[in-house]
């Protein structure tokens, strides 16, 4: 998408944080944010993606906490911008497409509900942020990996909206679904990562709440923007 231009004030060190359920756009908007104020943008979903991906690819089943803790500890996961791309690699694996198949969807919400596995991304999260300049998107950066954001933002929208949002993303992606597949992927994975033990996605207390159903991203970034001059001010 064309980086629309937006009169935006100098920010320099800022978190910005964005959590929400699949599909209620984050990562288009912290995408277009990132590029519009020239910040990382942090995916932390994809490094969830990547590290299942990883376990499947080995053998390492998704039920296997162990295993799975000693190989986030382990494993190399790193993010480089390649033709205005956000590429993210495993031990120097491109797995940026390979995260987005059924196989890794459907598994990656068991994968990162283990604790282990959670504090060993988490901590790297962190890293990644520890200078501020960053937008960050996904289940817990407003509550877990950045509760100190300067500005933290919870996106929904219906489960209906959302399913067509992802089988617009899985028709570019060349994988072939259904509406109806999406429906039923999308609330199984709504119930696992709001009900799981550790680091449950919900709303912090601080975060301002967007309903984006009937928004385009271009307003949804437009509203945070809007935020944004009011924090600076
Ligand atoms: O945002 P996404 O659909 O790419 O995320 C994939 C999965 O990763 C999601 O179902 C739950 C998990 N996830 C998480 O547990 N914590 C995050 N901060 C981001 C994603």
Redesign the pocket.
Known sequence: MPLPKYNLPRLKGKIIAL?GP??SG??TTAQLLARSLGYVYL???????AL?YFALKIGVPPSDGVKLTTLAKNVSIEFKTENDQNNIYINGEDVTTA?RTPEV?RA??E???HRGV?EA??AQ?KEIGKNGNIVA?????TT??FPQADLKIYLDASVEIRAQRRLLDMGKLGVSTTFEEQVEDIKR?DD??SN?RH?P?QRAKDAYYVDTSNMTIEEQVEWIINLIKKLVK
């Open positions: 959590d699949a599909g984050k990562s995916d932390t979903g994809a490094m969830y993606r299942t995260i969807t990656v919400s994968v990162s509900a959670r991304v988490v999260q998107e996904g289940r817990d950066t877990v990996v994975r696992f990562d799981r680091s996605l």
